[in-house]
């Protein structure tokens, strides 16, 4: 059984904007019947204003992919195309409340149909199916292409194989791409990894000093901290030294010291710059 | 509101009497049947009687014969990973590429380990291809393990050929008969199987016992080591509450395949598949209709998503299953419908209604009132079902 939401439910049970406009000015379609599900999206646009006058879904799928088709129409109407088109799958997810993990890809697809309705817009209003590239299918199951893995792990900040798939499906049948979606994985973390260190710590402001290492703390250091039933907070940073304050079960630890030393300093450094210092607080 | 509860292959509904044969086990005849005092090991012969309870409902030819396990998973490891080990040079397993996964997945994983396993094909009624079988099996083969009945379309396998196929060639035999007991009658002598599995929870006993049957003979290496019980076979003191349970409801599901609950059974699941097929258009029966248990019927809705009728059904408290992607969490329709090639527009809008004695006509007739509206209501948002006939 799934947990869905109350909202979930109100929009499976009473779906908002069923049905196709006629003459749209725009229609987006993605998935088939193949997948499992499909969403047809149709909208109507002011020439003008390009404000979204009406949308309108047929689905075909579970409760939560025809929730978030729902959802979705509700969230376009009156918006700019410029506004709508910044709407991301985690803000359809969002809007209703939560959606379970391995239904996230319900909400890509609104994402997707709803791309695809503005281009075909854009195009004079033919219908526009949402594509991937072809030559840069992962995914033969599914037909998702890098492109869209790489959409959703940085939109979503997705980490692992199984999130991937979670939200855009891609590995979810046969598996035999899973190793390619690790290789992207470790790319796109890779780049932002590599981004975030492009300028070095001694050039960053204090307060994005204070958030780089906040952020380590919280990726690197506490989950392996709250193992142990203790954790650590960032108490104070001057230059490249940091105050840290133990706390939980690590205070008092007679490990304190080398916790300190060659766990969280050393990760710092690792991740940050050689020259951190920690200091307990 | 009373649940109308269709769901009986996924589990049934421990009867009263089953429940009241088990209790007195728990606090009051606590002791342990090993034990030398009197007071445990009285419990021994609770364990007998139930033994004998079990092998009466498949016809073993000796009470010895059956080995009482924590669940049918557990009696289908057993046998795999005991064929596995007990014929080094004979690195060949088939089975059937609609097997439960209590059985799917301990084979890929010998295959992994370097076994041979084949996976016999079905067509598309869900029937097993016997010339496969001969095609693929040699003297390498040590182990032929086929289901009794498919758990997903209840269509029944001709085990009794198989075994025939299989000692011809010096396999054993094994089947999973999980869904099979209890709903038609089974006779491991005529069969000539050589490894069986049961649960209890699906002939209305409790959950968290089985039972495997070893014919006396065959070659059988323990999967559970570590105690004298179930004669070395299978160490752990013996769950005497519930191997009492598994006993009773073996008893119990005996005396229904000949007073009339069958075919009760059998009439009603007949009725609800009927009144769909006249209601609703576009609809498809997965399995064999004509060899299949009598409780379960498989139906395909066309061109809409199994679990949201099910979250409807659920609204009135109707209780099936489906073989949808979306409902196990996976992203593929079952293994069973794709290996029958059900086309994915009917494979993703599959239901199962599977019945047990208990159901009423009244049930059916509110399954008959309430799905076709829900049906028009999903085929109404879909994009496809206008565009069918495009």
Known sequence: MWDYTDKVMDHFKNPRNVGAIENADGTGQVGSLICGDALRLTIKVNKETEIIEDAKFETFGCASAIASSSMLTEMVKGKTLEEASKITNQDIADALGSLPAEKMHCSVMGMEALDAAIRSYRQGGKPVEFEQQEEKIVCRCFNVSEEAII??????????????????????????????????????????????????????????????????????????????????????????????????????????????????????????????????? | MKEVYLDNNATTRCYPQVVEAMLPYFSDKYGNASSMHTFGGQNRHAIEAARHQMAELINAAYDDEIIFTSCATESNDS?????????????????????????????????????????????????????????????????????????????????????????????????????AAGKIPIDVQEVCADFLSVSAHKFHGPKGIGALYVRRGARFVPYLVGGHQEKHRRAGTENVPYIVG????????????????????AALRDKLEKGIVAAIADVKINGDAQNRVPNTTNISFGYI???????????????????????????EPSHVLRAMKVPFEFAHGSIRFSLSDENTEADIDLVLKELPPIVERLRAISPFYKQRSL
């Open chain 1, 151 to 281: 959409k959703a792990v940085r939109l979503n900040h997705l980490k692992t194989v199984e999130d991937v798939t979670h939200f855009t499906k891609a590995g979810g049948a046969c598996g035999r791409c899973k190793a390619d979606i690790q290789k992207i994985l470790d790319k796109v973390n890779g780049m932002v990894q590599a981004a975030a260190v492009q300028k070095s710590f001694n050039e960053l402001t204090i307060v994005e000093k204070i958030k780089a290492v906040e952020k380590v703390l919280e990726e690197e250091i506490r989950p392996k901290l709250n193992m142990d039933g203790g954790s650590a907070e960032l108490v104070d940073l001057s230059g490249n030294a940091v105050k840290i304050r133990l706390i939980g079960m690590c205070s008092g630890c007679i490990n304190a010291q080398a916790t300190l030393k060659n766990f969280i300093e050393k990760t710092l450094q690792e991740k940050l710059d050689k020259s951190i210092t920690v200091e307990q607080a």
């Open chain 2, 79 to 179: 046998v795999l990973f005991s064929a596995a080990e007990a014929f080094p040079d004979k690195k060949h397993i088939i089975t059937s590429a609609v097997e439960h996964p209590a059985v799917l997945e301990p084979c890929r994983l010998l295959e992994s380990r370097g076994w041979r396993v084949d996976f016999i094909r079905v067509d598309e009624n869900g029937r097993f291809d016997l010339e496969e079988l001969k095609s693929l099996i040699d003297d390498k083969t040590s182990l032929v393990s086929v289901m009794w009945a498919n758990n997903e379309t209840g269509t029944i396998f001709p085990v009794k050929e198989i075994a025939k196929i299989a000692h011809a060639h010096g396999a054993l035999f094994h089947t999973d008969a999980v869904q």
């Open chain 2, 246 to 265: 598994i006993g009773k409801a073996a008893e119990l599901a005996k005396k229904r395949l000949t007073d009339g609950s069958i075919q009760k059974m």
């Open chain 2, 305 to 331: 998503e199994g679990e949201s009728i099910l979250m409807y059904l659920n609204d009135f408290h109707i209780c099936a299953s489906s073989g949808s992607a979306c409902t196990s969490g996976s992203l």
